[in-house]
């Protein structure tokens, strides 16, 4: 696997070697010691989730505070994804900052979105399964969010905002300002 870093501090492409032929293909998807070696962050994860959306599904911006942060592995399994990551880190030098790839079931790309970051995807197939890996265990009382569509941080999610499907809570989710990080 090949690790690429991204604009944002900490923030890493995972980038699979895939054996192919005839039969079809093999890649490590994930190595912990390999990643931990060529980054310096820790690769040990808890809890795996998946979620399924339909096109245009909007998710996030979400994140989990204090005790609870979590790093996650996220990556594509069926379709294709927009995948945004924002450093919502006071202290570093690229907070306010975000980052978008496409993940897709094709390229098995995997962002690495370190703690202190707002995440979201962006549904740009018929229908997408995504994957989550996190380093903690999720907490309610801990969750945290910034809108969608926040002005300061002016992302672009690659599909049209009257398109996009959100949750009542990511419709009603706190601006970048009001801090909820």
């Known amino acids: 696997m090949k690790i690429k870093e991204t604009p944002l501090k900490d923030c890493y492409i995972i980038e699979p070697t895939i054996f192919e032929d005839e039969r079809g293909y093999f890649f490590e998807k994930f190595n912990e010691k390999k990643f ?5 962050m ?7 989730n998946i979620s399924k959306s339909s096109y245009g599904v909007l998710r996030g911006l979400h994140l989990q505070k204090g005790e609870h942060a979590q790093a996650k592995l996220v990556s594509c399994l069926e379709g294709s994804v927009w995948d945004v990551a924002v450093d919502l880190r006071e202290d570093s030098p690229t907070f306010g ?27 740009l197939s018929t229908h997408a399964v995504f994957s989550y890996k996190c380093d903690n265990f999720y907490n309610k009382e801990s969750e945290g969010s910034v809108k969608f569509n926040d002005p300061d941080l002016n992302i672009d999610w690659k599909i049209e905002e009257k398109d996009a499907v959100l949750s009542e809570k990511d419709q009603n989710a706190p601006g970048f300002k009001e801090k909820n990080f």
């Open 97 to 123: 900052k975000w980052f978008g790839v496409e993940l897709t079931a094709e390229n098995k790309l995997q962002l690495y979105v370190p703690r202190g970051f707002g995440h979201g995807f962006s549904v």
């Open 42 to 48: 820790n690769g040990h994860f808890v809890q795996d």
């Open 36 to 40: 931990e070696e060529l980054t310096g």
